[in-house]
């Protein structure tokens, strides 16, 4: 809708292009605050949080000749929306970031350290309408105990992972 607006917003200020922008956005508005149809547009825009379309176009065609630099009528007097910088000017990122590594030797086959203590490890999976969950305990790098669950199909893979935790 906002597509090449800021050539025809000075269209929006005909009555008969604000009824049809209005009867367009009414629709959406009554859609999104689940309101009856009975509603009014002012109260749907109000509860649906949403700008009228006419003033959304014009705000986007302020914008534009803002960034054009071919009007400034809105801004507050000092205030600058954006500032062209030459690629001169502009700081190079390699001196402005710094990142810090460590070198891990690659003979070792772990190079965070082992983990200490049980490990419990959770799944869940959904595959042919059937649901399930798993839950396994390692104490020191050996499976020692392990539980299969099973769910109702109508269940999702997501809620399996979740029975699981």
């Known amino acids: 809708m ?3 607006s800021n050539t025809w917003a000075p269209a929006t ?3 008969m292009i604000r009824s049809a922008l209005n009867s367009l ?3 959406l ?3 999104i605050c689940r309101a009856y149809r009975m509603v009014s547009l002012t109260s749907a825009m109000i509860l649906a949080g949403l700008l009228p379309l006419d003033l959304r176009i014009r705000e986007a065609e302020a914008l534009y000749k803002a960034r054009k630099g071919l009007s400034m009528d809105y801004l507050p007097p000092g205030k ?3 500032k062209e910088i030459a690629n001169t000017e502009r700081p ?3 001196k402005s970031m710094s990142s810090e590594y ?3 030797d690659e ?3 772990d190079p965070l350290g082992k983990i200490v203590g049980p490990q419990i490890y959770t799944d869940g999976s959904k595959i042919n309408g059937r649901v399930g969950a798993a839950i396994t305990w390692w104490t020191n790098d050996k499976e020692s105990e392990y539980q299969t669950l099973s769910l109702h199909p109508s269940c999702s893979v997501y809620q399996a992972a979740m029975y699981a935790l």
């Open 2 to 4: 906002m597509y090449a």
């Open 13 to 15: 200020e005909l009555e």
């Open 25 to 27: 956005q009414r629709g």
């Open 29 to 31: 508005a009554i859609k």
């Open 80 to 82: 600058e929306l954006e």
């Open 92 to 94: 190079q990122p390699a």
């Open 102 to 104: 460590e070198l891990v």
């Open 107 to 109: 003979s070792d086959p």
